[in-house]
């Protein structure tokens, strides 16, 4: 019997129009993970005149999307794309650097891929 690991855990952080969201995947997104993500991030948006989004995904267990969960994020990065400042995409898996760039050209902010969480964490922390 074969088990299948999925986990999903989500932070939010708010200093007057800076916000730090944390997102760590386990397994494979889904659909129902971006009916959580996608509200919890609209609302906290909507209640800020230009808000400045930071973003560390913590990726080192994610497996890949679902279909349908990878049209939500292109969805999603559309819909906020000039609110997001820097994502950090931390993992060694060799196709998050791909993803990496990929998101780049699509997204307003930097995106950038680290193989080392402490860099990842200190990059997009960096708020100049």
Known sequence: MSSIKHGLSIGLERFENDFFLSLKVVG????????????????????V????VNVLIDASELEGWELRAAWDDFKLGLKHNNEF???????NQKWLAVSAKIADWFTSGEVQHFENLQDAVT??????
């Open 28 to 47: 494979k997104l889904t659909h129902d993970d971006y009916k959580t993500i996608t509200p919890l991030l609209d609302s906290a948006l909507t209640q």
């Open 49 to 52: 005149t230009d808000p400045k």
């Open 85 to 91: 400042h820097r994502i950090a995409i931390y993992g």
């Open 123 to 128: 990059w997009v922390q960096n708020n100049q």
